[in-house]
Structures are given as structure tokens and as C-alpha cells.
T-cell receptor, first 117, second 113 residues
Framework: AQKITQTQPGMFVQEKEAVTLDCTYDTSDQSYGLFWYKQPSSGEMIFLIYQGSYDEQNATEGRYSLNFQKARKSANLVISASQLGDSAMYFCAMRVLLTGGGNKLTFGTGTQLKVEL | KAGVTQTPRYLIKTRGQQVTLSCSPISGHRSVSWYQQTPGQGLQFLFEYFSETQRNKGNFPGRFSGRQFSNSRSEMNVSTLELGDSALYLC????????????FGQGTRLTVV
């Protein structure tokens, strides 16, 4: 069975500093995708970044980058130059293919990030 | 390009009632998935629809059902509501297949009293 583990329930970072949010995953599939989402208190799940299992380069999207280490099965999110607006819950998710031909996202438990002045 | 639209944003229902939630995906997206988010269980997969067909369903009782229309809009229905059904219900829109995209709506916050 596929599983996502986020071991940091809460993190604090100073404004303008970089922060790394940890994510490890477990799957026997060769083809999979990894997503990071941000969920502010309003509840909306905001897509941040995607990494495919066959992508050789780490994904980047503006201030977000994904440190993908396939052999270690980790997909850590790095946020550079943190801003107060980055304070939110962050979820790591893995897309798994299902026998019915579809797919679903399996989520970790999330990391609550607080950016301080 | 419009995002994923979920209606209503908030709902308060009484135990035993039923409720219908709606999700309009991004234009051109054919896959809609539903998730339930609670403090205790986190984010759990409910079901996925693609081209009006339910392809997969999560581990939820039969009280939870859904459908997808020809324009890809999807509805989910929960009958005989229980207090434990109180949750944030999120729908995700993607083109289909093993897509690299999965965008969520703002969610519907359901409270059962």
C-alpha cells in the first residue's frame, strides 16, 4: 500500500529565511507523481509543485523547489525567502494508479508552517 | 481560465437529512475526485469520476454517492447524515489519466448537528 509520511507537525521560520518541509513516501509502483499543496485557514487546497517519478531534475516553481531523492524515497519541499503569507498547512501527496484505470491522491498528515517576523 | 468551483461553501444540516454538494471542474478537465478532510482522519479519498463513469471509490459506506454529468460537473450526495460526516469536502479537477495536474476547489464545509 502507498503511504506518505510527514514527520514535522509544526515548523517555525523567520521571514526571508529558507525552510525545508520533509516528506517520505512508500510505494512499489515505478510510475508515480508527487504533489505539494498549501492549505491556508480558509480551507482551499492550493497546488504548489509537482514531481514525476521519472523526472531527473528537481521541480521548481518560483520560490518553491522540490528536493527529490528517489533512492531514499523522499520529496522535501523547500521554500526560499519565506513570507508571512506562507503561514499555512502544507501537504505532501502521491498520485497512485488504481486498478479501475483511475487514480487518487494519498496525502500525508501535513506540516503547519508559521512564518515569524 | 476559471478554477474549480464548489458550491455551497458552507452547509449546516441535521442528523438524518441528506445533502448534495456540487463541483464544477476546470474547463477541459474530465476527471473529478472527491476527498473528505477531518481533523481525526485527515484527507481521505471518496471517489473519482471520469467521463461520467465512477472509476474508483474509497472506503466509505454506501450513504456516500456521486455522479458526473456530460459537462464534467460532478455532484456528491450523502444520505442519512451522521455527526461524523461533519467535514471539509474537497473536489479535485484534472485532465484525466496519469496527469501532472490536480487542482482543488475551495471546499464545502459541512456541519451536521
Amino acid at each position: 500500500a502507498q503511504k506518505i509520511t510527514q514527520t514535522q507537525p509544526g515548523m517555525f521560520v523567520q521571514e526571508k529565511e529558507a525552510v525545508t518541509l520533509d516528506c517520505t513516501y512508500d510505494t512499489s509502483d515505478q510510475s508515480y507523481g508527487l504533489f505539494w499543496y498549501k492549505q491556508p485557514s480558509s480551507g482551499e487546497m492550493i497546488f504548489l509543485i509537482y514531481q514525476g517519478s521519472y523526472d531527473e531534475q528537481n521541480a521548481t516553481e518560483g520560490r518553491y523547489s522540490l528536493n527529490f531523492q528517489k533512492a531514499r524515497k523522499s520529496a522535501n519541499l523547500v521554500i526560499s525567502a519565506s513570507q508571512l503569507g506562507d503561514s499555512a498547512m502544507y501537504f505532501c501527496a502521491m498520485r497512485v494508479l488504481l486498478t479501475g484505470g483511475g487514480n487518487k491522491l494519498t496525502f500525508g498528515t501535513g506540516t503547519q508552517l508559521k512564518v515569524e517576523l | 481560465k476559471a478554477g474549480v468551483t464548489q458550491t455551497p461553501r458552507y452547509l449546516i444540516k441535521t442528523r438524518g437529512q441528506q445533502v448534495t454538494l456540487s463541483c464544477s471542474p476546470i474547463s477541459g478537465h474530465r476527471s473529478v475526485s472527491w476527498y473528505q478532510q477531518t481533523p481525526g482522519q485527515g484527507l481521505q479519498f471518496l471517489f473519482e469520476y471520469f467521463s461520467e463513469t465512477q472509476r474508483n471509490k474509497g472506503n466509505f459506506p454506501g450513504r456516500f454517492s456521486g455522479r458526473q454529468f456530460s459537462n464534467s460537473r460532478s455532484e456528491m450526495n450523502v444520505s442519512t447524515l451522521e455527526l461524523g460526516d461533519s467535514a471539509l469536502y474537497l473536489c479535485a479537477s484534472s485532465p484525466g489519466g496519469g496527469s501532472t495536474e490536480a487542482f482543488f476547489g475551495q471546499g464545502t464545509r459541512l456541519t451536521v448537528v
